[in-house]
């Protein structure tokens, strides 16, 4: 089955540094989603890469694909303590309907 | 507002109850999903229905059992709980579309004693 291992596993920034998320695909990817969670709520959807060398933006949050690699990367610029939550990745297997996530990286910014 | 709508929100139970989750979507959404999430785990997929009338098994499938009862609703049941069943449960839908992601409800945390 497809595994999406994340790194790192927690992050503690200071409020306006940048940080980078990897999501790195043990399979091809054919797509990639990012989610954020914040702590006891559900996953609420960033976005969504399908081609390789896409980039998108959601406010200061970017992330790009890299099809050879088999990893997608999250980053947010001038960090804010809104931006604090869980982020997950999560891919659907062999082009298929179900998604799988990986484990998530937790996000802590201090103000 | 549209979306996906969990109930109840916190349940405790007693090992060995039964109970149901409830999951409903008024996107038109075809497919539909049961994770559980336990620290350090991620999200595990317990079943999923591609479409209405079917369903299938996904990683984590033992001790659970759904029903696809319209397109709207996807229920979950616990026919005897056991503490390994303590977790948070989340509810998704797809268009099957993709490029618009799946959307998720906000989870019923369920404490089995």
């Known amino acids: 089955s497809q595994e999406l291992e994340q790194s790192p596993q927690s992050l503690i920034v200071q409020e306006g540094k940048n940080l980078t998320i990897n999501c790195t695909s043990s399979?091809?990817?054919?797509?990639l989603y990012w989610y954020k969670q914040k702590y006891g709520e559900g996953l609420i959807f960033l976005m969504m890469?399908?081609?390789?060398?896409e980039e998108k933006s959601h406010e200061k949050i970017t992330a790009k694909l890299d099809e050879k690699k088999q990893q997608s990367s999250l980053h947010i610029t001038a960090s804010q303590p809104s931006h604090a939550g869980i982020y997950l990745c999560?891919?659907?297997?062999?082009?298929?309907?179900?998604?799988?996530f990986g484990r998530g990286t937790s996000l802590i910014v201090h103000p | 507002n549209a979306g996906v709508t969990q109930t109840p929100k916190f349940q405790v139970l007693k090992t060995g109850q039964s109970m149901t989750l409830q999951c409903a979507q008024d996107?038109?959404?075809?497919?539909m999903y049961w994770y559980r999430q336990d620290p350090g785990m991620g999200l595990r997929l317990i079943y999923y229905?591609?479409?209405?009338?079917?369903?299938d098994k996904g990683e984590v499938p033992n001790g659970y059992n759904v029903s696809r009862l319209n397109k709207r609703e996807f229920s979950l049941r616990l026919e005897s709980a056991a503490p390994s069943q303590t977790s948070v449960y989340f509810c998704?839908?797809?268009?099957?579309?993709?490029?618009?992601?799946?959307?998720f409800g906000s989870g019923t945390r369920l404490t089995v004693v």
């Open positions: 998704a839908s797809s268009g099957g579309q993709g490029a618009y992601g799946y959307t």
């Open positions: 399979k091809t990817l054919y797509g």
């Open positions: 890469l399908q081609k390789g060398g």
């Open positions: 999560g891919a659907e297997k062999g082009g298929s309907y179900i998604p799988t």
């Open positions: 996107m038109n959404h075809n497919s």
């Open positions: 229905s591609a479409s209405e009338g079917t369903t």
